[in-house]
């Protein structure tokens, strides 16, 4: 059958057999797809540069045996080997890549996921990697997922939540709370609500590189207890952060 | 398998082969079917190196490469130059780099390479094993010998990090376009490689 050209980025990959490969991609038109790579491991051809997670290029996509597909080719079209070359980076990068694997049905497509997973990507190999920009795609990913945080009124009752110096904010159940339903909800910092609202809004995580640190990992305490109330485990790409020795400045996933 | 399947010898033989690496249903059946036609005195002498490779080797208590008991050939051998180690990442790396026979030095095996999404950390590595050879100071230089792809490149990394504090000269094997390949036919990912990596004529 013949295949289609799509762009694509690698998920995950696993060993099939000797020299084949079980790939997991992400498409913008067809969503999360598990195809099987034949001869991936030691193809010079179809897989040039090999296929590893975070890769981002243009794949052919063709029906194979039964339900899965065959991944016939890979031409990556992003450079990919600043990934190796920086432990920080390497963590970041498989970090969005399982998180995104996680969280993603397949089959479900989404151009604008694909498009927030990219330009993350993008940002943490083609530059400095920083953990603001993580937090960024987080936000982008429950938003495409449909479970946006409230960042301005309750996510319990949706009445409009004051400007104070802090708020009562609840991940797993959605956000900002007001006075009525805030009771045993951990606080908030407004500085860090306000940066949550930056990135919510696209805005460049790089201008909140001198955001106090206590602010950025209130904003990553915050945003991660919404990804975590929704994964089935944890992530092997947070463990493996924690093992690393740490960059000056290097901020956990 | 069902039940009558485990019973039958032939059936038994095939489903154990499949479980190696490589062998599907089809190749399995014919390497048994090949087995039943062979001689006896083959299949006995098959069957004891089967038991016996797996009885008998074990890991180099220096390198952890494969060795039949305490140090592997390498590690015993004073004619190598004990002042350089390579790291690979698995023992048919080390396999392929002795076949060079341009390597006079000794080896350290890894067992695995970093893989975030597999779960597999630097304590799953034989790294606190390298750091404990490179007490003392008769080592002068660790070439890192991984694959060249991202999670060899990320190991690469991560031993340098911790062994250019000890003093140790710490190098990369070179990588970039094939032998014999040619530039117009190389991905742009290995010509970045090959372009960062370039050396002085």
Redesign the interface.
Same mark, same amino acid.
């Given at each position: 059958m013949q295949s289609q050209s799509t762009p694509a980025v690698i998920l995950?990959t696993?060993p099939l057999?000797?020299?084949d490969l079980i790939a997991i991609v992400l498409t913008p038109e067809q969503g999360k797809l598990e195809t099987a790579a034949a001869r991936a491991r030691n193809s $010079? $051809?179809r897989f040039?540069?090999?296929l590893?997670?975070?890769m981002r290029g243009v794949a052919a996509i063709a029906r194979g045996r039964g339900a899965l597909l065959r991944l016939e080719s890979f031409?990556?079209?992003a450079?990919?080997?600043p990934?190796?070359?920086?432990?920080t980076r390497?963590?970041y990068v498989?970090?969005l890549?399982?998180l995104t694997d996680e969280l993603v049905l397949a089959r479900h497509p989404d151009p604008e996921l694909f498009a927030a997973l990219c330009l993350a990507l993008e940002q943490v190999i083609g530059g400095a990697p920083q953990a603001l920009q993580l937090r960024q795609y987080e936000l982008a990913l429950l938003r495409c997922l449909g479970l946006s945080p409230a960042l301005t009124s309750c996510c319990v009752c949706g009445s409009e939540v004051g400007s104070e110096d802090s708020a009562a904010f609840d991940g797993p159940r959605g956000g900002v709370l007001c006075l009525e339903h805030e009771r045993g909800a951990p606080r908030l910092p407004a500085a860090a609500l306000a940066a949550i609202q930056h990135l919510e809004a696209g805005g460049d995580p790089a201008a909140l590189a001198s955001a106090p640190a206590g602010v950025r990992r209130a904003v990553r305490d915050a945003i991660q207890s919404i990804v975590r109330s929704h994964l089935r485990r944890p992530l092997?790409?947070q463990?493996?952060?924690a093992?690393?020795?740490r960059d000056a400045g290097a901020e956990g996933v | 398998m069902t039940g009558d399947d485990a019973q039958n010898p032939l059936q038994r033989l095939a489903a154990l082969l499949t479980r190696l690496p490589g062998i599907g249903e089809k190749t399995a059946m014919r390497l048994a079917l090949s087995l039943v036609k062979a001689d006896g005195d083959y299949v006995a002498a098959l069957a004891d190196a089967i038991a016996g490779v797996h009885r008998q080797l074990g890991l180099c208590e220096v390198c952890f490469d494969l060795c039949t008991g305490g140090a592997c050939e390498r590690c015993r051998d004073r004619r190598r130059d004990h002042g350089i180690i390579c790291v690979v990442a698995q023992p048919q790396d080390r396999m392929a780099i002795e076949r060079t026979g341009a390597y006079h030095g000794l080896y350290h095996v890894l067992h695995g390479v970093l893989d975030p999404l597999g779960g597999v950390g630097p304590d799953e590595l034989r790294v606190k094993e390298l750091l404990r050879r490179l007490q003392g100071d008769s080592v002068r230089e660790v070439i890192v010998a991984t694959s060249p792809n991202v999670e060899g490149d990320a190991t690469a990394v991560y031993l340098a990090k911790l062994l250019r504090p000890l003093g140790v000269q710490v190098s990369r094997i070179a990588s970039g376009v094939a032998v014999g390949g040619e530039l117009e036919y190389a991905d742009m990912n290995t010509l970045n490689r090959a372009l960062a990596d370039r050396r002085a004529l």
């Amino acid at each position: 059958m013949q295949s289609q050209s799509t762009p694509a980025v690698i998920l995950r990959t696993r060993p099939l057999g000797e020299a084949d490969l079980i790939a997991i991609v992400l498409t913008p038109e067809q969503g999360k797809l598990e195809t099987a790579a034949a001869r991936a491991r030691n193809s $010079k $051809k179809r897989f040039a540069g090999g296929l590893s997670p975070g890769m981002r290029g243009v794949a052919a996509i063709a029906r194979g045996r039964g339900a899965l597909l065959r991944l016939e080719s890979f031409d990556a079209t992003a450079a990919h080997a600043p990934v190796g070359a920086d432990l920080t980076r390497f963590a970041y990068v498989a970090y969005l890549c399982e998180l995104t694997d996680e969280l993603v049905l397949a089959r479900h497509p989404d151009p604008e996921l694909f498009a927030a997973l990219c330009l993350a990507l993008e940002q943490v190999i083609g530059g400095a990697p920083q953990a603001l920009q993580l937090r960024q795609y987080e936000l982008a990913l429950l938003r495409c997922l449909g479970l946006s945080p409230a960042l301005t009124s309750c996510c319990v009752c949706g009445s409009e939540v004051g400007s104070e110096d802090s708020a009562a904010f609840d991940g797993p159940r959605g956000g900002v709370l007001c006075l009525e339903h805030e009771r045993g909800a951990p606080r908030l910092p407004a500085a860090a609500l306000a940066a949550i609202q930056h990135l919510e809004a696209g805005g460049d995580p790089a201008a909140l590189a001198s955001a106090p640190a206590g602010v950025r990992r209130a904003v990553r305490d915050a945003i991660q207890s919404i990804v975590r109330s929704h994964l089935r485990r944890p992530l092997h790409a947070q463990a493996f952060f924690a093992a690393l020795p740490r960059d000056a400045g290097a901020e956990g996933v | 398998m069902t039940g009558d399947d485990a019973q039958n010898p032939l059936q038994r033989l095939a489903a154990l082969l499949t479980r190696l690496p490589g062998i599907g249903e089809k190749t399995a059946m014919r390497l048994a079917l090949s087995l039943v036609k062979a001689d006896g005195d083959y299949v006995a002498a098959l069957a004891d190196a089967i038991a016996g490779v797996h009885r008998q080797l074990g890991l180099c208590e220096v390198c952890f490469d494969l060795c039949t008991g305490g140090a592997c050939e390498r590690c015993r051998d004073r004619r190598r130059d004990h002042g350089i180690i390579c790291v690979v990442a698995q023992p048919q790396d080390r396999m392929a780099i002795e076949r060079t026979g341009a390597y006079h030095g000794l080896y350290h095996v890894l067992h695995g390479v970093l893989d975030p999404l597999g779960g597999v950390g630097p304590d799953e590595l034989r790294v606190k094993e390298l750091l404990r050879r490179l007490q003392g100071d008769s080592v002068r230089e660790v070439i890192v010998a991984t694959s060249p792809n991202v999670e060899g490149d990320a190991t690469a990394v991560y031993l340098a990090k911790l062994l250019r504090p000890l003093g140790v000269q710490v190098s990369r094997i070179a990588s970039g376009v094939a032998v014999g390949g040619e530039l117009e036919y190389a991905d742009m990912n290995t010509l970045n490689r090959a372009l960062a990596d370039r050396r002085a004529l």
